[in-house]
């Protein structure tokens, strides 16, 4: 981010939240780990926050509106007001009975309801409306997590291109065969690309979302980056971290201390273990109290010498399945205390609500191991702040594998929260741990939770935004523009010798599943022939298919054509001829090696020509064609080396062809015959870029596809392309 750039962040909540006391709606701070990591970001900077304020729009006056407004606005906040109805059907309806469940694994929870979905668009175009009403240029956008996956693109539609809008994931993003168990799959992932930088907190994440896009979008990626409707957007995991130094303060203060020595005086004699969550399923809190429950049993020597102090902060209220899951954490406290308590000690120490900062703080540093176990968590920023409290170094982290602090807080004892004697041994394992091993897997572990701070998580993701805004600004300069083929056109007609190099599939038609489908129609057949029949032209289709089904397509319409990536060349009027000795001898054994790919993946085939073989696998299941392509290639690669072969690897093709072939060799017959006025070449494929390299600095070179070519210049799409032609035939006549 620039400095001067004024940020806009963009989450469902506010910071604060409006409550009424005494009849008035009054502004208080609110709570939750999103608010209070992106709180300490917007503090920092030049930053307004759009969110909703937390109360139904039916509660308030229009004058208490107005009031309210002026409040926030006195804190760079912008509210969205709510419906009750939008509440229930978008918030608690679409969010957290279908997103949360399923992005959290738990899909026999999912509420598949057709209403909270148009309520999901509705409220998402509510947020977009505000945004747009405070957007000023040069400001960049910053989404905030699953509520508002829809806003990128809807922001994009409205203020182009070069608006950077930024995207983040807070909670896991699910592999694709959960994910794709979502009705509304494809608009959720057509809104989150709207954006220039995807974050998630773990590469995991980023891979489940690389594969959902692929396999459901049909764009691929190119080291996290997809190119899609003429722009590059980056995915890429950014782990979120806490405001260390203020924690360092607060845990200073003379009222953390106080409860502290309270704390101390408390649990004197006992060991402390500690947990908080919010009320939820996904935390698992029964299955934490069941493995505490089998360590006491296992344990017994450690019987009225430890206490599980189990904070669980109100979430829901009023919502039976959450209802239903206080009751069972009730029932099984009152289980283990019924069964293991003495008069003067009890296993747990139950705490249902909420409590300050101070009290956490105090519990953090009295607590000697924190019992850290969700099922499934974005991040689980608690493991953090537990390790950032423990000033004095001696404390032990166990943590869940199913949290992703877990791939950064390695030096915790990492359990599977399902593996009740798992979670067990480490509790023990924990509580006998020596000091100097506690103390030195400690010190590495806040080592990096300072180090990588909320602050520098922020500056990661903006400073990495700007990147791809300049990558795109990059691409974008070489897009073919309105001056560029004005100039192209004049240059067109002002020359007397032309030579025009087209490749077929994927630049005068889209590529298709099958090759024998993208069959050319009645548009692309005239204007080759108008092309070919204008004097002083030469059009050569340079293609990748075999030489029966070129002349089937295109032998009577007075052009040149080049087979199978030039093997073959037919000059106009001419007949076939192979451009270098070849043979074809080696073709028996590799096509045996391809036919046990294509039992061994479903949806591949193989095409055979005379002088190559390629295995296709565009119909496959895209994570197991890419695994099967990437074995075959290295296979063949170390097999086709005494044959004087080539592997190459196409647009979900992997091609096998004698050695010294390509596109660029192919095109210098033309280039020796003459000095050519003009030359145009236009192709979409990595084979298209040694034809590229091989042409003169004149010649107008145009990769279709807004990706990283050797070309001069790119446009989007096959359609693009006809355009372009049928403007060079309109200028011709």
């Known amino acids: 981010m620039r400095p001067g750039n004024r940020l ?79 509440i229930e059907d978008y918030y608690y309806g679409f969010c957290n009975k279908i997103i949360w469940p399923l992005f959290h694994y738990f899909s026999e929870k999912v509420r598949y309801e057709p209403g909270y979905w148009d309520a999901y668009v509705r409220v998402n175009k509510a947020f977009a409306e505000a945004v747009l009403q405070i957007y000023k240029p040069g400001d960049v956008i910053w989404i905030h997590d699953y509520h508002l996956m829809l806003l990128p693109e809807l922001l994009r539609r409205e203020l182009g291109d070069d608006v950077p809008i930024g995207y983040f994931l807070h909670i896991p993003f699910p592999s694709s065969e959960v994910f794709r168990l979502l009705p509304w799959r494809r608009e959720i992932l057509q809104g989150i690309l709207g954006a220039d930088l995807v974050g998630f907190h773990t590469y995991d994440y980023v891979r ?109 209220m009023g919502v039976e399945e959450y209802v239903e899951l206080k009751k069972q954490i009730d029932e099984l406290v009152g289980k283990i205390n019924g069964k293991y308590a003495t008069p003067g000690w009890s296993p747990v120490l139950y705490m249902y609500r909420y409590i300050p900062v101070e009290e956490l703080l105090a519990l953090y540093r009295v607590a000697e191991v924190a019992l850290i176990t969700p099922l499934r968590d974005g991040m689980n920023l608690v493991s953090k702040e537990f390790v950032a409290s423990k000033v004095d170094g001696d404390g032990v982290l166990i943590l869940s594998e199913g949290a992703g602090a877990s791939l950064e807080l390695v030096e915790a004892l990492v359990v599977n929260p399902n593996n009740r004697e798992e979670v ?13 091993e506690r103390a030195k897997r400690m010190w590495f572990m806040q080592l990096r939770v300072k180090r990588y701070d909320v602050f520098r998580w922020a500056d990661d993701f903006l400073e990495s935004l700007n990147e791809v805004k300049e990558e795109q600004s990059r691409l974008k300069a070489k897009v073919l523009t309105v001056d560029v083929e004005e100039r192209l056109v004049s240059d067109y007609v002002r020359s ?14 889209p590529l298709v599943e099958r090759p024998d489908l993208a069959r050319p129609d009645g548009e692309v057949v005239e204007i080759l022939r108008r092309l070919a029949e204008t004097p002083g032209n030469e059009v050569v289709i340079v293609s990748g298919r075999d030489r029966r089904t070129l002349d089937e397509w295109f032998g009577d319409l007075g052009i040149s054509l080049v087979a199978e990536h030039g093997a073959w060349i037919k000059e106009r009027g001419g007949s076939w001829r192979v451009a270098v000795p070849l043979k074809s001898d080696w073709k028996r054994e590799i096509r045996r090696i391809l036919e046990l790919y294509v039992d061994r993946t479903p949806g591949s085939f193989i095409e055979e020509k005379e002088f190559s073989i390629a295995w296709h696998y565009r119909r496959a299941g895209v994570e ?67 034809m590229f390299a091989t042409l003169p600095e004149y010649a107008y070179t145009i990769r279709v596809g807004i990706v990283p070519s050797r070309a001069k210049y790119n446009v989007p799409s096959p359609y693009d392309v006809r355009r372009l032609l049928k403007a060079l035939v309109k200028a011709s006549e």
Do not use: C
């Open 496 to 509: 007397r010798s032309r030579l025009i190099l087209l490749d077929y599939d994927g630049t005068l038609t």
């Open 8 to 86: 806009i962040l963009v989450s469902n909540r506010l910071p604060v939240k409006v409550v009424r006391k005494n009849g008035r709606p009054v502004v208080e701070p609110s709570t939750g780990g999103l608010a209070t990591g992106l709180v300490a970001v917007h503090r920092r900077g030049s930053s307004i926050w759009i969110g909703w304020p937390g109360i139904p729009l039916e509660e308030i006056s229009w004058s208490d509106r107005r009031r309210i407004e002026e409040v926030l606005a006195s804190k760079n906040l912008y509210p969205v007001f709510l419906t009750r109805q939008d």
């Open 624 to 690: 197991l064609g890419e695994t099967r392509a990437k074995e075959l290639k290295e296979f063949l690669t170390n097999l086709v080396a005494t044959y004087n072969l080539e592997v190459i690897e196409g647009n979900r093709v992997i091609e096998i062809r004698s050695a010294g072939i390509s596109k660029g060799r192919a095109v210098l017959n033309w280039l020796k015959k003459r000095k050519w006025d003009f030359i145009l070449a236009i192709g979409d494929d990595r084979t298209d870029e040694e």
């Open 208 to 316: 489940h979302f690389l594969s959902s896009v692929r396999r459901l979008l049909g764009f691929d990626h190119v080291l996290g980056r997809i190119y899609v409707s003429g722009r590059v957007v980056k995915v890429d995991a950014f782990p979120m971290g806490i405001n260390y130094e203020e924690l360092i303060k607060l845990l200073n203060t003379p009222e953390v201390e106080e409860r502290y020595r309270a704390l101390r005086e408390t649990f004197k004699g006992l060991r402390v273990i500690f947990s908080i969550d919010r009320l939820d399923y996904t935390k698992g809190i029964v299955q934490r109290l069941k493995a505490y429950e089998l360590f006491l049993e296992q344990y017994p020597e450690y019987r009225g010498k430890v206490v599980f102090v189990l904070v669980v902060s109100p979430s829901r």
């Open 424 to 436: 067990a041994r480490a509790i023990k394992m924990a509580l006998e741990m020596p000091r100097d």
